[in-house]
């Protein structure tokens, strides 16, 4: 798997110590929405892959620089195939914490100049289930006010009280 630098430093930092946020964030249907998939902050990487993403939180459907948990629907169907796009026909933000926005570009596995994308409006929790406005339009997402530490802030605060506990003994 080829990560970007700086998520494959937080990635395999965090699978060493066995530590993987399987907090649900987001859940994607297929085009036909009978296909379901939940992903969690475990399927998050900083993207690093141009100073101006500045290392949000992200995830994309495409290559090979992501997902280390979730890969495609739970029948094996992939959320990009080859020639097609991305088999991505609504999303809805599980988490309460955070928004997101998405781009038909794949800007994690990909080089893409941030200015240059189409983002969506953010959408939250609140929202329920938002339809993608024509095929193929959700390749990227990207949580809007989380980056760096991909993780929920329930695991954040857990990890803060574990390290003032460690400090202290």
Known sequence: MV???LGCILCVSALAQGVVDK????????RENKKEAILTYGDLRPNARDDGFRGVCAWD????????????YPDGTPF?????GTNIGA????????????????????KYNPG????????HAADGKHEAPAAGA?????????????RSAAVQAQEAAQEAQQKAA
């Not at 990009?80 to 097609?84: F, I, K, P, V, Y």
Request: hydrophobic share 40%; net charge neutral; proline share 3%.
């Open 91 to 110: 999303i809805e933000v599980l988490s309460k914490e955070y928004g997101i926005r998405y781009a038909r570009a794949c800007a994690l596995t990909f």
């Open 61 to 72: 459907a495409c290559g090979e620089s992501k997902q280390l948990l979730t890969m495609g």
């Open 138 to 150: 959700i390749g990227y997402f990207e949580v809007v006010g989380l980056a760096g530490n991909c």
């Open 80 to 84: 990009w195939a080859s020639g097609q």
């Open 3 to 5: 990560l970007p630098i």
């Open 116 to 123: 240059g994308l189409s983002y969506s409006t953010t959408v």
């Open 23 to 30: 907090t649900p964030i987001v859940k994607l249907w297929d």
